[in-house]
């Protein structure tokens, strides 16, 4: 390379060696942020310890829905909720539900429940499931 005369251009403020050490480290904790960032996103969106599925519906008149939940989870011994929830023909939801699903020896079970609704329900639907059991739905 070709050095720039001093006096007309002043003098770099850093040199090539330089530059390319601050590249390479920028690249690094680039790549090391992005890593972490999939690994978090993982951990907390990725793997579930219980799964439920909407396994039927049935509307029963203008203001019932009655919903069959399938639910599978990783320890069968554990307490799960679940939220269920109804919805009018416009997709709007006009009703919802805590499902409390208690333990059991089988890893999968099939769970029915009514929902009520403020408007005529077109489908049921499973909004999710989790262990994180509200005190209020355990019996004392």
């Known amino acids: 390379m070709i050095e720039r005369p001093a006096a007309r251009y002043g003098r770099p403020s ?3 060696r330089t530059r390319r050490r601050i590249v390479v480290a920028l690249s690094a904790l680039i790549v090391v ?3 972490a960032i999939a690994f978090v996103g993982y951990q907390r969106l990725g793997t579930s310890e219980v799964k439920g599925e909407l396994s039927g519906y049935r509307v029963v008149d203008d203001h019932t829905v009655e919903v ?7 320890d069968p ?3 799960v909720v679940c939220i269920v929830r109804a919805r009018s023909v416009d997709g709007s939801e006009t009703g919802r539900r805590e499902l409390l699903v208690p333990p059991s020896s089988q890893a999968t079970v099939q ?3 009514i929902v009520k ?3 005529p329900p077109a489908v049921g639907d499973v909004y999710g499931c989790g262990m994180d059991v ?3 739905l355990v019996a004392p």
């Open 14 to 16: 850093m040199s090539r």
């Open 33 to 35: 942020l992005g890593a």
């Open 68 to 74: 069959t939940v399938g639910v599978t989870r990783d």
């Open 77 to 79: 011994s554990r307490p």
């Open 111 to 113: 769970v029915d429940t």
């Open 117 to 119: 609704t403020s408007r």
């Open 134 to 136: 509200p005190a209020y």
